[in-house]
């Protein structure tokens, strides 16, 4: 069972990507949420996961950047090596992105064509191809806008 979840923090480190054995990127990210006022200031730290492009769009944020993250609050129930069970819980992000109260971004809008950013033998990564045409079918506007 999820339930819908909405927070806003700052990433702990930059998102740890790796790939299933189907080829689907999946990341994790720790966010730290502050609450409460001055002395008694507390921190969360939420375990959040990113699955295929929006796994491999976050990898490109920073440590200590401020993103909102909306998602699904899930619990895992698992067994400690001594025995005892514990609960883990865990975000699972439908949306995911730099919080601009606090940051400016530049936008790049990722290839409509379906592909995506693939890692070579040595790790490094290649940008996916844009598409040949915008997606209204025109051509090199220049400064001027098609509306």
Same mark, same amino acid.
């Given at each position: 069972?999820?339930?819908?979840?909405?927070?806003?923090?700052?990433?702990?480190?930059?998102?740890?990507? =790796?790939?299933? &054995?189907?080829?689907?990127?999946?990341?994790?990210? #720790?966010?730290?949420?502050? =609450?409460?006022? %001055?002395?008694?200031?507390?921190?969360?730290?939420?375990?959040?996961?990113?699955? /295929?492009?929006?796994?491999?769009?976050?990898?490109?944020?920073?440590?200590?950047?401020?993103?909102?993250?909306?998602? =699904?609050? /899930?619990?895992?129930?698992? &067994? #400690?090596?001594?025995?005892?069970? =514990?609960?883990?819980?865990?975000?699972?992000?439908?949306?995911?992105? !730099?919080?601009? *109260?606090?940051?400016?971004?530049?936008?790049?809008?990722?290839?409509?064509?379906?592909?995506? *950013?693939?890692?070579?033998? %040595?790790?490094?990564?290649?940008? !996916?191809?844009? !598409?040949?045409?915008?997606?209204?079918?025109?051509?090199?506007?220049?400064?001027?806008? !098609?509306?």
């Amino acid at each position: 069972m999820s339930t819908p979840i909405a927070i806003r923090g700052n990433i702990t480190s930059p998102v740890e990507i =790796r790939f299933t &054995q189907g080829g689907k990127a999946v990341g994790n990210v #720790t966010v730290a949420v502050n =609450r409460g006022k %001055d002395d008694n200031k507390q921190t969360d730290f939420h375990r959040v996961t990113l699955w /295929e492009s929006l796994a491999e769009n976050a990898a490109q944020l920073e440590k200590g950047t401020s993103v909102l993250v909306i998602g =699904r609050l /899930e619990s895992r129930d698992y &067994q #400690t090596q001594e025995g005892q069970k =514990r609960t883990a819980w865990e975000i699972t992000a439908d949306a995911f992105g !730099p919080d601009l *109260r606090f940051q400016t971004a530049q936008v790049t809008r990722a290839a409509s064509n379906g592909s995506k *950013r693939n890692t070579a033998q %040595d790790g490094s990564w290649s940008a !996916p191809q844009a !598409p040949a045409q915008d997606a209204f079918g025109g051509g090199n506007y220049g400064d001027d806008s !098609p509306f």
